[in-house]
């Protein structure tokens, strides 16, 4: 697997909106995680503020502060039980991506799991957190054939179920969702997925596997919207995914992902280096030129003392910038 299996970005935090000149100037000031990858996709530390530039609608943004940022997390672990799950090979690595996230995310993050097929529920709560998330596993595992039965997927109505869970929100606070994608009986509207991610500020991260289709029947079969429109709230809300390709050519085909030990090494990899940007980016401090009045697209490099943009380094930081609107603190 190569690294543009991998795709990644970062959050961007609104600040509330006021009617006054005062509540104007404080929507400029945003809050963004921002990660900084070298050409390994580890990360940089020790940056600061000077080794930034951010420009939004052709004009320098001032860059008010860069800090580390390692504080505590929630994650809802977001995991596929429907009908196309079953095919073993498929739902053995699933399987085995929760069972990973609860052993090897860094210690800052607390995690919670949510089940979904034509409907999502909780499996196990922040309070149970990861130590209960083995047992639950096993539960599911021993009931697969029946809970999935030949059941669709409400992947949007999967996603809002993990926001919801979350609550009340903090900086870095995330949904990752484990799927095969499809989007065929989900009740809540993307318009609406997307006003609830924005609302929450959580980030989205993913971990795909990837199916075969003529592009002609592409939209079909993932429903509409389903994968690619969730990569596109993933861009959008800060998060990262990762893609596992199928190494079969055959519709349901049992050898679809049979990954070698080399490929089911790089999954792992890239994984827990998805964690690791989950829980520890700079916390960038920014000052917006104007207000943002509308979704729009900002651009923020690391440069030289030259002020030219580095080369070998990847920043994931959010694309879109959202108007002010009243947010969890």
Same mark, same amino acid.
């Given at each position: 697997m190569n690294r543009g299996m991998l795709v990644a970005a970062a959050l961007l935090l609104p600040v509330p909106l006021s009617?006054?000149?005062?509540?104007?100037?404080?929507?400029r000031q945003r809050s963004v995680p921002v990660n900084v990858l070298d050409e390994n996709g580890d990360q940089v530390w020790g940056l600061k503020g000077k080794d930034f530039r951010a420009e939004f609608r052709g004009t320098a943004a001032k860059i008010l502060s860069v800090a580390r940022d390692a504080n505590q997390r929630r994650i809802a672990v977001i995991l596929d039980v429907s009908?196309?799950?079953?095919?073993?090979?498929?739902?053995?690595?699933?399987?085995?991506? @929760?069972?990973?996230?609860?052993?090897?995310? +860094?210690?800052?993050? %607390? !995690?919670?799991?949510?089940?979904?097929?034509?409907?999502?529920?909780?499996?196990?709560?922040?309070?149970?957190?990861?130590?209960?998330?083995?047992?639950?596993?096993?539960?599911?595992?021993d009931r697969l054939q029946q809970i999935a039965a030949e059941k669709n997927t409400a992947l949007i109505d999967g996603i809002f179920a993990g926001i919801k869970l979350l609550g009340s929100t903090s900086i870095g606070d995330a949904v990752y969702i484990i799927t095969d994608g499809g989007n065929y009986e989900s009740k809540a509207k993307p318009e609406e997925l997307a006003e609830a991610a924005r609302k929450a500020n959580v980030r989205v991260y993913g971990l795909f596997f990837e199916w075969k289709f003529p592009r002609q029947r592409e939209k @079909?079969?993932?429903?509409?919207?389903?994968? +690619?429109?969730?990569? %596109? !709230?993933?861009r959008a809300t800060g998060g990262s995914y990762l893609s596992i390709p199928p190494t079969g050519g055959v519709l349901?085909?049992?050898?679809?992902?049979?990954?070698?030990?080399?490929?089911?090494?790089?999954v792992a990899l890239g994984a827990r280096r998805m964690y690791a940007r989950m829980a520890e980016f700079y916390r960038m401090e920014l000052e917006l030129p104007a207000t943002v009045d509308k979704e729009r697209e900002w651009e923020l490099a690391v440069v030289d003392e030259r002020g030219k943009k580095r080369r070998g380094l990847t920043v994931l930081y959010p694309q879109t910038l959202w108007p002010c609107a009243d947010r969890r603190e």
């Open positions: 009617s006054t000149a005062g509540g104007q100037e404080s929507c009908g196309s799950m079953k095919e073993e090979s498929r739902w053995r690595l699933a399987r085995d991506a @929760v069972g990973d996230i609860a052993s090897y995310a +860094p210690a800052n993050m %607390e !995690l919670a799991l949510v089940r979904f097929a034509e409907e999502a529920e909780e499996a196990v709560s922040f309070r149970e957190g990861r130590e209960a998330i083995g047992g639950k596993l096993a539960w599911i595992n @079909v079969m993932w429903g509409v919207p389903g994968l +690619p429109y969730v990569k %596109e !709230l993933i349901y085909d049992v050898r679809w992902y049979e990954l070698s030990d080399d490929q089911r090494a790089a």
